[in-house]
Structures are given as C-alpha cells and as structure tokens.
Nanobody, 123 residues
Framework: QLQLVQSGGGFVQAGDSLRLSCAASGRTFSTYAMAWFRQAPGKERAFVAAITGSGDFTIHADSVKGRITISRDNAKNTVYLQMNSLKPEDTAVYYC????????????????WGQGTQVTVSS
C-alpha cells in the first residue's frame, strides 16, 4: 500500500504563512497526480489544489488562488502546499491525496490519503 505522511500544520495568526508537506512512500511517485483537500468545522470536505505527476500543470480552488499554491519535488517524493496571507476561514484539517491518473477536483477519484493535519488561523 502507498503511504502518505503529512507534516507542517500548526497555529498561526491571520496574515501568516505555512507550508504543508506530504511525503509518499512505497511506489514510484512521479507517475501519480496529487491533490490537497480540506475540511473546516461543520463543513464538507473541499478541494484545494491538484498537480500532475510531472508537476507541469496545476489547478486551484477559486477561494485560494493567489494565496495558496501546490507544488511537488519528485526527487524527494513530496508534494507541498504553500499557504500565504492566511485567513481565519482557512482553518481546517488538510489532507493530501494521490491517484494514478489525471488531476481532478473529485475526491472520489483519489485512492490514497494522508492522515490529515490541522491548520488553525486566529484573527
């Protein structure tokens, strides 16, 4: 089984930055699309961003464009979520996910999931 291990969450103030990491093990990393989702308290899980296996194409939710960016380093088998200018509404549990296929916003398409990491943004 593929394993995705997340790190980098924490407690920050509005306007601060964080970078989340998601490290994959057990399989060849560069052939898989990766994505980030988040689930805020009392809300459904929402798409944040996704990236192709090669890293040549990304998509981002409208709510995070210009502030939050997905990237990957295939030499390290790691995908990142750089979060700048954080807002209280960014508070959520963030999950990374992997699929053997094209990038998509649909969470049902992703086969493997990280354990989740909490991001809390105070005003």
């Amino acid at each position: 089984q593929l394993q995705l291990v997340q790190s980098g969450g924490g407690f920050v103030q509005a306007g601060d930055s964080l970078r989340l990491s998601c490290a994959a093990s057990g399989r060849t990393f560069s052939t898989y699309a990766m994505a980030w989702f988040r689930q805020a308290p009392g809300k459904e899980r929402a798409f944040v961003a996704a990236i192709t296996g090669s890293g040549d194409f990304t998509i981002h939710a409208d709510s995070v464009k210009g502030r939050i960016t997905i990237s990957r380093d295939n030499a390290k088998n790691t995908v990142y979520l750089q979060m700048n200018s954080l807002k209280p509404e960014d508070t959520a549990v963030y999950y990374c996910a992997l699929r053997n296929g094209m990038v998509t916003r649909a969470d049902s398409a992703y086969t493997y999931w990280g354990q989740g990491t909490q991001v809390t943004v105070s005003s």
